[in-house]
T-cell receptor, first 109, second 117 residues
Framework: GIQVEQSPPDLILQEGANSTLRCNFS?????LQWFHQNPWGQLINLFY???GTKQNGRLSATTVATERYSLLYISSSQTTDSGVYFC???????????FGAGTRLFVKA | GAVVSQHPSRVICKSGTSVKIECRSL??????MFWYRQFPKQSLMLMAT?????????EQGVEKDKFLINHASLTLSTLTVTSAHPEDSSFYIC?????????????FGPGTRLTVT
């Protein structure tokens, strides 16, 4: 099956700093989503981005499907950005969504 | 965005009893829902795919007789953990796909934390 790798596994930032999270996948995908899991466990949809670039406030994402990677950019980080960021993909020809291991982000005040 | 609810949010049960978790899509119809479990500091692992009106499809290694899934309507799927044991303690999360404009974005419920004593 498809492999999804996220990097870095852990990240500590000072408030106000910028960061880039990466998601590599081993096969072509129909769908790709980025989620933020808050401390209470709720997964919050950030981007649905099988290809191209999207922006939403301080967050933006880019997926280069032909090179099998996606990037999540967080600018001017805030303490409320802390949590785990997951990349999840649906393989082309498949139906189920596979999650990466996540990037655990802690933003210090 | 679409809203998915789960109930209960937290449950404690005794070993050997059964627990039912409900997953509802509140503002859209979901022909397909998914059930995941998540252990502390780990990623989400897909347990099964729930299809309205038909049998669920279980992932390899997931006991279908232990984790009963029923997708009775386009807005409700239930997961019943039968004869629960302490090793079944985990965070269970459901999701639903909202087909809209050719995309299939997944939305997740808030999760159910199960503790088996």
């Amino acid at each position: 099956g498809i492999q999804v790798e996220q990097s870095p596994p852990d990240l500590i930032l000072q408030e106000g700093a910028n960061s880039t999270l990466r998601c590599n996948f081993s096969d072509s995908v129909n769908n790709l989503q980025w989620f933020h899991q808050n401390p209470w466990g709720q997964l919050i949809n950030l981007f649905y981005i099988p290809s191209g670039t999207k922006q939403n406030g301080r967050l933006s994402a880019t997926t280069v499907a032909t090179e099998r990677y996606s990037l999540l950019y967080i600018s001017s980080s805030q303490t409320t950005d802390s949590g785990v960021y997951f990349c999840a993909v649906e393989q082309t020809g498949g139906f189920k969504t596979i999650f990466g291991a996540g990037t655990r982000l802690f933003v210090k005040a | 965005g679409a809203v998915v609810s789960q109930h209960p949010s937290r449950v404690i049960c005794k070993s050997g009893t059964s627990v039912k978790i409900e997953c509802r899509s509140l503002d859209f119809q979901a022909t397909t829902m998914f059930w995941y479990r998540q252990f502390p500091k780990q990623s989400l692992m897909l347990m099964a795919t729930s299809n309205e009106g038909s049998k669920a499809t279980y992932e390899q290694g997931v006991e279908k007789d232990k984790f009963l899934i029923n997708h009775a309507s386009l807005t409700l799927s239930t997961l019943t953990v039968t004869s629960a044991h302490p090793e079944d303690s985990s965070f269970y999360i459901c999701s639903a796909r909202e087909p809209s404009g050719g995309t299939y974005e997944q939305y997740f419920g808030p999760g159910t934390r199960l503790t088996v004593t």
